[in-house]
């Protein structure tokens, strides 16, 4: 079983790369990118826009001065190839940092207390060297040309991308990507975790007694009723339960949004889970509800399934108890089905609905990726990609061993 988890993991490697190749390259073509979306707020004098492709190609005969037209392309990466900027994301080629426009034979303030001077060697080649003691050479600067005449470009080179754990930074907030994702971070947590346990434990219950009272009203009424649910978007149900609790016009048991109060820092220990947990009744039931119906009919479907086994009424007629007979035969096969799911465990660091937490007014994973997407901000949106492969591919391991776990007769080679 070892070697078919190492195995696993090795492809892998080649699966989450093909993954983040194609969404890369798509978006890279894809019109209305930051870049055009940058040129286009320039010559509306700073007044935004999406743009598209017609404004980048126009972007030459427009008021932009040269010398921050190249700024641009610069710092997005536009004039550069797009494998290039394929390996640069994935940080197997290094990037151009701290890049600054010198003229060449004055010195040039590149930040941290330190100036550079871009001149002559003793072979007649422009090279970088330290505007204080000018027979220094500075060997890490490396220097290109500029469309200016007079004038270079001056930089250092420094991997930095995916393989250096660097997301990049926010074309939209102007943070690090990381610093986005982990600020929103406990918010995902702390819904997908309390999510993810009543899913679970209220499925798996009422699995139970759909399957264990088949046919009666009892299963007829849950199952109606779980399928509605399913059949209502979350971000809907959400809008009803504010009107009908959240004080919209009816009862103001909860609040209308958010997810802590204002004084929270003063509160104490177990008032702050007291006021967290008033806070998410309503988002919990509008983030879970909608996932309730398949784990339940999973759950009765496999129990049913289970009950009908040959075994099973061997164990029935060598006179055991009914409830020995279901929770020690029957359960334990009846909850494989379930354990394939359970690889989504770590899906609960992601947990988000974009429509909800704009319905419940809360920051959170799923308006940031949104967002992200809207605003063409394509290091926002690599940093989920990365994350939602990653989780998809280490989930479906995690429910392979666990199969492996509950099943004896499931043995990898």
């Known amino acids: 079983m070892f070697q078919y988890f190492v195995r696993r993991l090795l492809l892998a490697i080649p699966t989450f790369i093909g993954c983040t190749m194609v969404v890369f390259f798509i978006v890279q073509f894809a019109p209305g990118g930051a870049y055009e979306q940058q040129l286009n707020a320039l010559k509306k004098g700073g007044a935004g826009g999406e743009g598209g492709a017609a404004t980048a190609i126009g972007a030459e005969a427009s008021n932009i001065p040269p010398t921050q037209l190249e700024a641009l392309q610069r710092y997005y990466q536009v004039d550069r190839p797009i494998w290039e900027r394929y390996l640069i994301w994935m940080a197997l080629m290094p990037n151009k940092v701290d890049d600054y426009q010198a003229q060449i034979g004055k010195p040039r303030n590149v930040g941290n207390d330190q100036r550079v001077l871009v001149r002559k060697d003793a072979a007649g080649q422009l090279a970088v060297y330290d505007a204080v003691d000018t027979t220094k050479r500075l060997e890490e600067w490396h220097w290109d040309v500029s469309k200016t005449e007079g004038t270079v470009w001056v930089y250092r080179k420094q991997p ?57 009203t009892f299963d007829v009424v849950t199952s109606s009723a779980v399928f509605i649910a399913y059949s209502i978007p979350g971000w809907a149900v959400g809008a009803v339960l504010l009107v009908l609790l959240g004080g919209g016009s009816f009862l103001a048991l909860f609040p209308t949004g958010g997810f802590q109060s204002n004084d929270y820092d003063t509160l104490s220990f177990f008032e702050k889970i007291l006021d967290r947990a008033w806070y998410f009744v309503l988002p919990t039931i509008a983030y879970t509800i909608g996932g309730f119906a398949s784990l339940t009919m999973l759950m009765k479907n496999s129990l049913l399934d289970t009950m009908g086994q040959d075994y099973i009424r061997t164990a029935y007629a060598k006179g055991l108890r009914e409830n020995r007979v279901i929770w020690m035969h029957a359960m334990r096969n009846s909850i494989i089905p379930l354990m394939a799911t359970i690889g989504n465990v770590i899906a609960i660091f992601l947990a988000s609905n974009y429509l909800i937490e704009v319905a419940f007014n809360i920051e959170g994973i799923g308006k940031l990726s949104f967002d992200a997407i809207v605003y063409r901000d394509v290091n926002v949106f690599f940093a989920f990609t990365v994350i939602s492969v990653i989780v998809t591919l280490v989930g479906s391991i995690i429910s392979d061993f666990m199969l492996a776990v509950v099943d004896p007769r499931i043995r990898f080679k």
Do not use: N, W
């Open 160 to 216: 930095s991308g995916l393989l250096t754990l660097d997301l990049g930074r926010s074309y939209q907030y102007r943070k690090p990507v990381t610093e986005l994702i982990v600020e929103r971070m406990h918010v995902s947590i702390q819904f997908g975790l309390i999510g993810f346990i009543l899913s679970y434990v209220v499925c798996f219950y009422l699995g139970t007694q759909k399957a264990l009272r088949h046919g009666s």
